[in-house]
């Protein structure tokens, strides 16, 4: 059965693009906050090949729960630490253009990760900008519209105390 969305809808279904539930992939992302002045700032970094403003995600890790593949992601990619949540905040899908040429359905589940630590130095410095946002600029910043939803209705004081 398809889902029936409205016309002013923020965000449409996912779209598989034809592929086969096999061929979808699945990537973990963080959402990298801090608190400024009482209010949620996001973190943002730059896509290695377009430079287009995205949260940092990858492929899961052998051997890792899915909220540490994005926490090592956060590090890798936008040289950032800090308190990690297990509980996804939700996910969105996306296209990935494979260096073949190929593009690739994928969904990204994403991680709250409240930043402690920020790095100088970190592995994809030279490939990427980083840059602090607040929650309605970084919505209007990243281009899938699941993604700005999740950003748009991020509320830290909702997270689970741990």
Known sequence: MKEQRNQGSAFAPIDMLGAKKTGLRTQFAALCYRMRKGKPEILLVTSRRTQRWIIPKGWPQDG??????????????????????DNSLGLYSYTKQHVSGR????????????????HDRYREVKQRKRKWFS????????SEPELAHLIRSFDPNRLPKK
């Open 64 to 85: 890792m729960r899915p909220a540490q593949s994005a926490a090592v992601e956060a590090l890798e990619e936008a040289g950032v630490e800090g308190k990690l949540h």
């Open 103 to 118: 593009t690739l359905p994928c969904v990204a589940v994403v991680y709250p990760l409240k930043v402690k630590t920020i």
């Open 135 to 142: 929650l309605a600029n970084a919505a209007r910043k990243v």
